[in-house]
């Protein structure tokens, strides 16, 4: 909802009223409602007999329809539900029935120099003194089920929602966090932690790289591009931060090579037994055989998506794809072009307009062209060859930069002039014809997208044979790595709901130094230097100076604490898990990660790898001093 | 003794006999032998109605007096001493007898990599792990008096020497140590910090970068002049890393508006008593109109100082004024120019040649001219104005910068080809000459120095009025500080002896950071990237791997203690001072000061003020473990 004139990022923003919540555009809420077991149901659609494609396309299509089916059952019952089965390594399969909440509003969210207080700089990193909070609002229709956004909507009233602990907790105390993590990959072969290392972060971290000089560029020149490029550029900054230090972790734990150290201590103790010998052995040797396939591709897959995923390119191909894709039965889709998700898919194409930047997003692709123009022979982009040879006959496509950079423009002036698709108007309007008349408009990014298509879907068949594969070899060695390891492995996270338990705790970060859990406002006051990103406002330099710390205040700590460090094993899709006292009550919300400990998603690591959460204490001073949110601690029933 | 082939300084030095050791040179050995309050006789040679300048002449003559005396006295009891009154802020005058030791040896060095472990890097900071020691061994002649370098002098014995206490020190000890700490200025007006603040640091560590940027360019181009300026750019690089600590501690802690508060204060309580409050005032004032007079010359004399000081003008300087110095009595000379110090000048004399590098010596002149030449009206060098008239006529001196860039190469090629004070034999050949014959050499070198003297003297002559007219208010200002802050204010340290106690303790630098007091051999390994300044030998890693501690280990933390924090006030000059457990037995040797507290010399802070030493238990652990220094282990009765 951001623009150059009402940057709520920047200055926050607090309804005074429900009337004046605003939509938080993008945002939906799922609430979990049951969950089943439905793992004889998906396998019985395979047969040993299949090859890795025909596997993993007769246990999508299963998946399908026991999500359809479910979904029909609960709306007989009178439920608006949504349902997804999720793959637990090919071993488990379960369905998550969920209320997917699609009118969600922003009641509250602090000043950017509050709640992103230090930036960039102090992202990943402890001592940390961010408010990274903000209130939102779910609403339903009347008759209580999901329902898109309208006046008419009231508040979604949850069976159970969580009380604040206003006493907060101390140094040493237990505590829960449910949260979502998204992926961790703890129990991989070598083989597969090189391709990590070597191609996934490595290539990954410098495009992103290439695309955040680009961004920023953009930023300098024009401040209403910076507001819209503002939330893309977070999230590769993110990715950078946290992959550099991925690939840190690697090294500093020697991951890889201890990874294979393991393989071969394991390969001697099964030397005895010629059967176990020989399955360890070819296990084994089917991973190497894998990722040493999937390598070939490798770099030309990695630009491929990139270009076809994000911006108005990625905007044509979603397009392009649901032409075809619409012609389809439901069952026969993919699974994001099923009836259930093009609201989504609409919304997410509205929604584009105020992210686009067209001079950041030409320059992005001019990139991607010229990395495509630079890929070695078989792994070449026949769509791109294509290009090449049009506008630069007779030259080598990789020789003299100039003129391939001037050609390449050239090309690029007439692929922006020749489309619609830089209007969210046009692109609905487009979302909704048929493949032919798609096609008869003869948009150029269109035609751009219909030329990528084959090698895109030839990508995508790769890797859905990729995990046909591994939904065969994986659940074999898990059995290994349980009987070897000694003690049940706990599964790898896969964006389903995972309640964690640990413990407030420091670390030692490095020889002589150790970090406490708690940060204060003393502490926010000493980063203070009035220059983003350690600008805070005047009023809370004042405040902490007089020691106002209201009911907010720390015994031990005699300040209000501001964040605070956990055991807990958590990762990306943690953010916003609510962090629990042992009575089930709210000490604060986890955000973060430390820098130390971002190769855990690899391997854990008790003494380095902390959660990084803010104190529900400075979260009610902030609003409560600082902002003045009475109706906000009220509905709290702080107030 | 480094030179590119036999680089000590990089590669360490262990002479495994007393024969092997080489001439420490440049490197003088004082050992204190009795001191005495002169305050008496030195002041009873000035009177109130001298002026400033009168006031500093007569008492510099008086202590110079004092000081020739004594030293006859010992000559008489056949002892060949060296005797020095220090002051005291003016109120008191001790006079200091030492044994002055010249024949000093290297006996033992360890690498660069261990002994500067860190390097720049880690100046000034904590965590640490440099092996900062060094072992030399002073000599006398065969009748115990101090004498030059030869071969039939025999190894000093003092009167007592410390015992290394094995069992090293622990978090929390008492400690003591013995130094000779060079300034503090804890007592000084608001007038004196604020041109410490904005005229002193800022200026002089601009143009300390200025040089560096200067040496490291001629680093690079030359490893023969990497090794010759070594020496400087680490002085220069430490000089600008402590003063931009002092800048950002006069920042945190608002020194200056603090200091002028405090002022305020105590014009408020005097306020009732009119006698006090005209005094306090007319004192403060005095202050204020010192600095104030000072300022107007400050940049010049910076500039004229920095171009006279050091390299070949500054060779050129000292010979050309030793030619005017040498034809008055000893007493009327300047101090450094008397008898006694002759020696030790025409050792520095040829000690220059070790780290003249001409090219580097030129572009600082070069640039330090061109400073000059930018300086504004009032504040302009005459001397220089002549030689912009000279070699741009016509032209505004600061007019464009080409044709005056060219000319100042022009007017540089002369001036180094027309010297001979390149070499060290010409050097010391000038040295001997009169005045009149040492004119007639025309030697561009001295030529220039000769035209820069009189503003040279006139600037001496400034700061020695300045000094004057301190050494009248400061006790006056003293009274006033010991009498307000309640409790009796030790000096600040002067350069002479001082015992210090405190202990063992960590600190915590910045909000929810704590640092430990010791750092171990496994930070050295955990720091160690194998790339300067981070490449510790390789045996010490594997050492380290095998936990071969030997009897070096410490208990508590497993490991051998690298570095160590006290909280002792120590300042520049108590580098390498002894520290002491409560049975005065050498537990260590300190090195430095942490960065948070190097302000600490304008204002001592007792949560963040500490000092940094090598753990004896470490010293032990290199020259046993990595060097095999058997023969220094010996000595110190450890093996």
Chains 1, 2 share one sequence.
Request: overall charge negative; aromatic content about 10%; charged content about 30%.
């Amino acid at each position: 909802m951001s623009t150059p004139e009402n940057n709520y990022i920047e200055h926050g923003f607090l309804a005074k009223t429900r009337a004046d919540e605003v939509p938080a555009l993008g945002y939906t809420a799922y609430v979990i409602d049951t969950c089943e077991d439905v793992t004889g149901r998906i396998l019985s659609a395979t047969r040993s007999s299949m090859t890795p494609l025909q596997r993993y396309k007769a246990i999508d299509r299963r998946i399908k329809q026991v999500e359809k089916a479910a979904e029909a059952r609960q709306k007989k019952r009178g439920m608006d539900a949504y349902c997804e089965v999720s793959d637990f390594a090919g071993a488990r399969y379960i369905l998550y029935t969920f209320l997917k909440l699609r009118d969600v509003r922003v009641a509250y969210v602090p000043s950017r120099p509050i709640g992103e207080y230090g930036g960039e700089t102090d992202n990943w990193m402890w001592p940390r003194h961010a408010a990274d909070f903000s209130f939102l609002r779910a609403y339903v229709a009347p008759d209580g089920q999901p329902a898109e956004f309208s006046k008419a909507n009231v508040p979604y009233r949850p069976k159970r929602y969580l009380r604040v602990a206003p006493e907060g907790i101390k140094d040493g105390e237990f505590a829960l966090i449910i949260g979502f993590p998204r992926v961790t990959h703890r129990y991989l072969t070598s083989y597969a932690l090189a391709e990590y290392e070597t191609l996934g972060f490595l290539q990954e971290v410098k495009l992103s790289k290439q695309m955040v000089s680009i961004l920023e560029h953009a930023s300098d020149e024009d401040l209403g591009a910076a507001v819209r490029v503002a939330g893309r550029m977070k999230n590769l900054n993110n990715y950078i931060k946290k992959n550099t230090g991925v690939l840190e972790g690697f090294k500093r734990f020697d991951l890889r090579a201890r990874r294979a150290e393991q393989e071969r201590w394991w390969a001697r103790r099964v030397e005895a037994d010629p059967a176990a010998r020989d399955k360890y052995h070819a296990l084994l040797a089917a991973f190497k055989s894998l990722y040493e396939t999937r390598a070939l591709y490798a770099t030309k897959d990695l630009l491929l998506e990139n270009a076809t995923d994000t911006g108005l390119l990625g905007q044509a191909m979603l397009i392009y794809r649901w032409s075809i894709e619409k012609a389809k039965p439901d069952l026969d889709r993919e699974s994001k072009f099923m009836e259930r998700e093009i609201p989504d898919l609409r919304d997410g194409i509205a929604i584009f307009q105020r992210g686009f930047d067209p001079a950041s997003d030409r320059a992005i692709l001019k990139m991607l062209l010229k990395e495509m123009a630079d890929l070695p022979e078989g792994q070449r982009v026949r769509a791109v060859d294509a290009i090449l040879a049009q506008i630069l006959p007779g030259k080598s496509p990789s020789g003299e930069e100039t003129p391939r950079d001037a050609a390449l423009d050239k090309y690029l002036d007439g692929l922006y002039l020749g489309t619609g698709l830089d209007t969210d108007e046009e692109r609905l309007k487009m979302f909704d014809l048929s493949h032919d008349a798609l096609v008869k408009q003869a948009d150029s990014f269109i035609a751009l997208a219909a030329s990528l298509f084959d090698e895109i879907q030839e990508g995508l068949d790769r890797r859905k044979a990729f995990e046909g594969a591994l939904d065969v070899l994986t659940p074999q060695w898990m059995e290994i790595v349980t009987r070897e390891s000694g003690h049940p492995a706990y599964p790898d996270a896969n964006s389903t709901m995972r309640l964690n338990y640990g413990v407030v705790r420091g670390y030692s970060p490095r020889d002589a130094v150790w970090y406490d859990p708690f940060t204060t406002l003393r502490g926010v006051v000493e980063k203070n230097t009035g220059v983003p990103p350690f600008n805070c406002p005047a009023r809370m330099v004042e405040l902490a100076r007089a020691k106002t710390y209201g009911p907010y205040r720390d015994a031990i700590l005699d300040d209000v604490p501001v964040d605070f460090l956990t055991t807990h094993d958590s990762t990306n899709g943690n953010s916003g898990s609510p962090v629990l006292n042992a009575r089930g009550e709210l000490v604060g919300c986890l955000f973060d990660g430390n820098y130390e400990a971002v190769s855990g998603d690899f391997a854990f690591d008790e003494d380095l790898n902390r959660s990084i959460s803010v104190d529900i204490r400075y979260v009610l001073w902030v609003a409560d001093y600082v902002d003045g949110a009475e109706n906000i601690l009220r509905e709290l029933q702080r107030k």
